[in-house]
T-cell receptor, first 113, second 113 residues
Framework: DVKVTQSSRYLVKRTGEKVFLECVQDMDHENMFWYRQDPGLGLRLIYFSYDVKMKEKGDIPEGYSVSREKKERFSLILESASTNQTSMYLC????????????FGSGTRLTVV | RKEVEQDPGPFNVPEGATVAFNCTYSNSASQSFFWYRQDCRKEPKLLMSVYSSGNEDGRFTAQLNRASQYISLLIRDSKLSDSATYLCAVIPMNSGGYQKVTFGTGTKLQVIP
């Protein structure tokens, strides 16, 4: 089975801290994605990458950046954490053809205090 | 109008009942459709793809209605373990080397003993 692993299940950070969320997939997928999920708002795409060193903004990129130095790893960076970035963060990956859908990591619940 | 819309529910149904959810999408050029299941505080997991001719997997049946721009999920003989939130996902016509998925906010199902 494809596995997408997120480094932390729960994180608590202080306002203004730089936060790194790591995601690793083991199936040689080209595409990787970062979403955040909030009650009533559903899954919102932050950034995605379709190749090493490539990145594209999603629907809500403000306050975030990403890094993809290796095909299997996609990192989400909160440059200066704020309380409105408290959320569940989900990493996903897939490969073309897309008919197989996404595989998600188990998520990181981030609380910014 | 949202790209993808779902009734949030909750749908409270007795064990053994049949229940159906719809998901409407606004982009008529959408090409791929999926249903995901998400348990409380867990990541979404792919339940099934939705094919043009409709498809079935055990007690689950997915249908696509392109004319009215919606997909549906029918669950027969509901089990307590079917209690979860069901997310629909839609992929627009491919415009590059990647495909970005838009998710609905989910429909909550509670199966009651």
């Amino acid at each position: 089975d494809v596995k997408v692993t997120q480094s932390s299940r729960y994180l608590v950070k202080r306002t203004g801290e730089k936060v790194f969320l790591e995601c690793v997939q083991d199936m040689d997928h080209e595409n990787m994605f970062w979403y955040r999920q909030d009650p009533g708002l559903g899954l919102r795409l932050i950034y995605f990458s379709y190749d090493v060193k490539m990145k594209e903004k999603g629907d809500i990129p403000e306050g975030y950046s990403v890094s993809r130095e290796k095909k299997e790893r996609f990192s989400l960076i909160l440059e200066s954490a704020s309380t409105n970035q408290t959320s569940m963060y989900l990493c996903a990956s897939n490969s073309l053809p897309l008919n197989y859908g996404y595989t998600f990591g188990s998520g990181t619940r981030l609380t910014v205090v | 109008r949202k790209e993808v819309e779902q009734d949030p529910g909750p749908f409270n149904v007795p064990e053994g009942a049949t229940v159906a959810f719809n998901c409407t999408y606004s982009n008529s050029a959408s090409q791929s459709f999926f249903w995901y299941r998400q348990d409380c505080r867990k990541e979404p997991k792919l339940l099934m793809s939705v094919y043009s001719s409709g498809n079935e997997d055990g007690r689950f049946t997915a249908q696509l209605n392109r004319a009215s721009q919606y997909i549906s999920l029918l669950i027969r003989d509901s089990k307590l373990s079917d209690s979860a939130t069901y997310l629909c996902a839609v992929i627009p016509m491919n415009s590059g080397g990647y495909q970005k998925v838009t998710f609905g906010t989910g429909t909550k199902l509670q199966v009651i003993p």
